[in-house]
């Protein structure tokens, strides 16, 4: 069992749709999580940055960690086509800084 | 733009050969790590410098090896190539303060024919 799961999809969903992004874990350790935003062939972009459990709100973007369930998600409200890309969950805390990611999720919107 | 930047962006070499990837962090930052993705092992954790010292370590191959210089910057070093090694090769840096938020650079796609 990998120590992060997301589900790959791809997610399709309509222009102006609230998407919703999940990842679960496994280590109890974890203590920060973080979402990253990835365009085909380009580095990862930090889009949010959770330390322990609670909602975090910038823009469009939700972020919310259950340390209790072991479950995090992003929330991206009035979705747009310029948010097709892949979105990855990491999470850390146990060893150093070392980032455990997801397998990352493809998001499609539609126009 | 991140404020990380890497060279090359691409490489293609051969098997059995040797290849050196640069990074620089962001002004300011101390933490440097290496992170390589395939498409069969997504993003994985290779090793983390602070300040020129070896911090933390993931599965990273005893043919790659990496330093931190006194100015910063990074250089990852892969050795004796294998098929299995081409990838994209990423470098992150991190706040000298907070030390969590990690930021990547554009990565380096290496090619191993």
């Known amino acids: 069992q990998k120590e992060v799961e997301q589900d790959p999809g791809p997610l399709s969903v309509p222009e102006g749709a609230i998407v919703s992004l999940n990842c679960t874990y496994s280590n109890s350790a974890f203590q920060y999580f973080m979402w990253y935003r990835q365009y085909s062939r380009k580095g990862p972009e930090l889009l949010m940055y959770t330390y322990s459990s609670g909602n975090k709100e910038d823009g469009r973007f939700t972020a919310q960690v259950d340390k209790s369930s072991k479950y995090i998600s992003l929330f991206i409200r009035d979705s747009q086509p310029s948010d097709s890309a892949t979105y990855l969950c990491a999470m850390g805390g146990e060893y150093g800084n070392k980032l455990v990611f997801g397998a990352g999720t493809i998001l499609r919107v539609k126009s | 733009d991140s404020g990380v930047t890497q060279t090359p962006k691409h490489l293609i070499t051969a098997t059995g050969q040797r290849v050196t990837l640069r990074c620089s962090p962001r002004?300011?930052?101390?933490?440097v790590y290496w992170y390589q993705q395939s498409l069969d092992q997504g993003l994985q954790f290779l090793i983390q410098?602070?300040?020129?010292?070896?911090?933390a370590k993931g599965n990273i191959l005893e043919r790659f090896s990496a330093q931190q210089f006194p100015d910063l910057h990074s250089e990852l070093n892969l050795s004796s190539l294998e098929l299995g090694d081409s990838a994209l090769y990423f470098c992150?840096?991190?706040?000298?303060?907070?030390?969590?938020?990690?930021?990547f650079g554009p990565g380096t796609r290496l090619t191993v024919l």
């Open positions: 992150a840096s991190s706040p000298a303060t907070s030390g969590n938020e990690q930021f």
């Open positions: 410098y602070y300040n020129g010292e070896e911090r």
């Open positions: 002004s300011g930052d101390l933490s």
